[in-house]
């Protein structure tokens, strides 16, 4: 590498120092992929990024409290329509809350566990990272308010996502869009369970693996099951947009539209975690005796 | 270690390393900008840019580990996988610490299709090591990033040049 005149050159070659750089880009890749060893460097470069990120999202906070003081017109038409809007969800909130007190009679009666109910927090998308191989959100509560990997992201329609990562005043948010993310959901017509998976593109999901005769039609609409101890039963996932069944395959392709969408509106709400799921029952080998004992309790 | 190359240059050109930092921060600010649709398509690599930019003019002084740097700050900002911008950034800096030369000789619109095809090469090794790990393929619009990077290039050096021509403000970021 005879390109950088002898006066200039200080330590090593370029192609030395692409080497050296080369395989340091790639051992941390192998390490963050693999085994997820590199928190504390990413939070430290997430402290240190954190300002600008905030700086980034400050023309569209201003732009909103500026437009905020243009809109005093639309504003009556708002609350109208707002009081309009809390009158019904007020009639619907005190079925609910009859229904709540019937169902936990009910599930008293049963001797089934209770429902947990969950707390939110609000947070706000401060950006969408441009990663085409990876769907996700950043949102501006992190560790410092409570928010651990894991929780689920939801917003007025559904299901947007889960917190994969967490630094301090930020956290990541994987939607359901994503390649490597599933739900597993309910066919609220037909109560059949299954699991919904992202593509990788916008706006679409996938139900995979139901077989070609599954009872399933255009529209039907999906919430999640809440058997994984992760999401809470109940909240709208997607709609069943296309059903292509072929002779040729076990399989329908089911191609679903998520409920939700992050393009949609900013503010979402980041559910408290759900208390941890009962013990999985013991292997039978090992705890024949108990068997019928923990079975009861794991059904609910 | 590329900003402190030889001591000498580093009294000479002190404020000029502090323009370097300035438009690096400044990129990455406009990578972070929450941006939708369109105009997140659109939206040029800014930091690749302005590394490319300094690797190409002053590559005594903005090398590889700027590169490798900025990289990782992207890696985080970006939510990728650790080391992908990184990887990307580095080797299209030394392509174009390799080509600055030949580079210069051009006038910057006819820097334009080269600078595509350096920032192209960025995108490239982003996407094989995104393949790598189990991603999907990106659509063709994936590389619409460097065409208007490469578009953007022209206009780089005046916009690169604004803090230089005015009063250093201490109080600017």
Redesign the interface.
């Given at each position: 590498?005879e390109?950088?005149p002898q006066f200039?050159r200080?330590?090593p070659g370029?192609?030395a120092?692409?080497v050296f750089?080369?395989l340091?880009?790639?051992?941390?890749?192998a390490?963050?992929?693999r085994f997820k060893y590199?928190p504390e460097?990413?939070q430290t470069?997430?402290v240190?990024?954190y300002p600008?990120?905030r700086?980034?999202?400050l023309?569209?906070a201003i732009y909103d409290q500026v437009s905020g003081l243009f809109v005093s017109r639309n504003l009556i038409d708002e609350i109208a329509y707002l009081r309009q809007q809390h009158l019904a969800d007020q009639g619907q909130l005190q079925r609910l809350l009859a229904l709540e007190a019937e169902n936990m009679q009910l599930r008293n009666l049963l001797e089934a566990g209770q429902r947990a109910e969950s707390k939110t927090t609000m947070a706000e998308?401060?950006?969408?990272?441009?990663?085409?191989?990876?769907r996700?959100a950043?949102l501006d509560k992190g560790s410092q308010a409570g928010i651990q990997p894991g929780q689920v992201v939801v917003d007025d329609a559904g299901v947007v996502g889960q917190i994969t990562?967490v630094y301090p005043w930020l956290s990541?948010v994987t939607l359901i869009t994503d390649?490597d993310h599933s739900v597993p959901v309910q066919l609220v017509r037909s109560g059949l369970r299954s699991m919904v998976s992202g593509?990788?593109?916008d706006g679409t999901l996938e139900l995979r693996y139901l077989a070609a005769n599954a009872d399933i039609q255009d529209g039907d609409l999906l919430v999640t099951s809440g058997i994984d101890g992760i999401y809470p039963p109940g909240l709208p996932v997607a709609l069943v947009s296309k059903i292509e069944s072929n002779a040729a395959y076990a399989f329908a392709r089911i191609t679903c539209t998520p409920a939700a969408g992050v393009?949609r509106n900013r503010q979402v709400l980041i559910l408290s975690p759900l208390p941890p799921v009962p013990e999985r029952p013991m292997d039978p080998v090992e705890a024949k005796p108990e068997d019928k004992k923990r079975g009861k309790v794991g059904i609910r | 270690?590329a900003f402190v190359?030889?001591s000498q240059q580093e009294v000479l050109s002190h404020v000029r390393s502090r323009f370097i930092v300035l438009s690096l921060?400044t990129a990455?600010?406009?990578?972070?900008?929450?941006?939708?649709?369109v105009a997140?398509?659109l939206?040029p690599?800014f930091v690749a840019l302005v590394v490319l930019y300094w690797s190409i003019n002053q590559?005594?002084r903005a090398?590889?580990?700027m590169?490798?740097t900025m990289?990782?700050?992207m890696?985080?900002?970006?939510?990728?996988?650790?080391?992908?911008h990184?990887?990307a950034y580095?080797?299209m800096a030394?392509v174009a610490?390799?080509l600055h030369?030949r580079l210069r000789i051009f006038s910057l619109r006819k820097q334009v299709p080269q600078v595509g095809l350096l920032l192209l090469s960025a995108q490239l090794v982003m996407l094989l090591?995104?393949l790598l790990?189990s991603?999907?393929l990106?659509?063709w619009d994936?590389f619409l990033?460097s065409v208007s990077g490469a578009l953007l290039w022209p206009l780089l050096p005046a916009l690169v040049k604004i803090p230089q021509r005015r009063k250093p403000d201490s109080d600017a970021l």
């Open positions: 590498m390109t950088a200039f200080h330590g370029p192609l120092r692409l750089f080369a340091l880009s790639l051992l941390l890749m390490i963050d992929t590199l460097i990413r470069i997430a240190v990024i600008l990120q700086l980034a999202h023309p569209t998308i401060l950006y969408i990272p441009h990663d085409p191989f990876s996700k950043i990562r990541e390649k593509t990788g593109e393009n | 270690m190359n030889s921060t990455l600010l406009l990578n972070l900008l929450p941006l939708q649709g997140l398509l939206r690599d590559p005594q090398g590889m580990s590169a490798f990289g990782l700050l890696d985080v900002g970006d939510a990728s996988i650790f080391g992908q990184a990887l580095s080797v030394f610490l390799l030369r090591t995104g790990a991603a999907n990106p659509g994936f990033a």
